[in-house]
């Protein structure tokens, strides 16, 4: 990120203010003062080719007046490393292989005979054994950004949201940019999320809308049409964010069924 944010930053901006971590006083994003004017963000969006600022929906935890952790000074750029370093289907892999009770080379754990069959229960149709990420679809051209525009619209409508700017080039990107660790007591190294959003937004035209202390919102061009073609997509978000199911939907196969030509895909950490 540049060490000047503030000369990237358009004129006609609502009142804000430059925001830095706990790492150094080089600011990592901006921020406003208020909720994001309606039709702001989707400017922003549009503007991102010119601009290279990535506009984010900037929600709290709670109501406090520290805007937990946008206000608070808990981000931590410094902690993650670096995104295309990462093979998204090996990292998924390997927390796919976790949450089966299997170590990271793929041998199983002495798990009871009980745990292990709720634990394979949860996870059917499939095992211990990773399946392998889904098919990419065919995103048209143009179609995340509609998708991206139009999740903006119906997530303000329901909720205020600060309006947040951060110098990348894809919303995965500026997770790692801004310094936010919202998937910490799952995986402390924001990069790897990263990696596995830009993955899908490859495959799936998946574009980050809304973070908050530890949940996201991605809009999504292309989502799966069939049950089928849902499941082995449901097991990546099941690897990527266990707590959709283990404290959710309580299967995978259930999960799926609401992925089912679902454009929103949230995710939150406990």
């Known amino acids: 990120m540049t060490s000047d944010l503030s000369r990237l930053l358009p004129a006609t ?10 790492d150094g006083p080089e600011p990592l994003l901006w921020i406003s003062d208020a909720p994001a004017p309606a039709g702001l963000w989707q400017q922003l969006h549009r503007a991102h080719p010119q601009s290279g600022l990535w506009p984010l929906l900037l929600v709290p935890l709670g109501d406090g007046a520290d805007y937990r952790p946008w206000l608070s000074g808990e981000l931590f750029p410094a902690s993650a490393s670096d995104p295309t370093l990462y093979d998204p289907d090996a990292l998924l892999r390997r ?7 299997a170590d990271e ?8 005979s009980e745990d292990a069959a709720e634990l394979h229960a949860a996870l059917a149709p499939f095992g211990p054994a990773w399946p392998g990420t889904a098919p990419a679809a065919a995103v048209p051209d143009g179609a995340p950004g509609i998708e991206a525009r139009g999740l903006a619209d119906v997530l303000l409508s329901v909720r205020d949201a600060r309006l947040g700017l951060v110098e ?8 790692v940019a801004c310094g936010w660790s919202g998937p910490l007591n799952h995986e402390d190294d924001t990069a790897k999320i990263a990696a596995v959003l ?4 490859r495959r ?8 908050g202390f530890d949940t996201l919102e991605l809009s999504v061009a292309v989502p799966p049409a069939t049950l089928a073609e849902a499941l082995p997509l449901a097991a990546e978000h099941t690897a990527l964010c266990p707590d959709l199911v283990f404290q959710g939907t309580g299967t995978l196969t259930a999960y799926a069924e609401g992925l089912v030509a679902a454009h929103q895909w949230s995710f939150w950490w406990d």
Do not use: H, I, M, T
């Open 13 to 22: 901006l609502p009142p804000g203010r430059l925001v830095g971590g706990e």
């Open 95 to 101: 927390w796919w292989q976790q949450l089966g009770g």
């Open 105 to 112: 080379d793929g041998s199983e754990d002495p798990l009871g």
């Open 168 to 175: 990348a080039g894809s919303g995965a990107e500026a997770l």
């Open 198 to 201: 830009a993955d899908w937004e």
């Open 204 to 211: 799936f035209g998946a574009q980050v809308v809304q973070v």
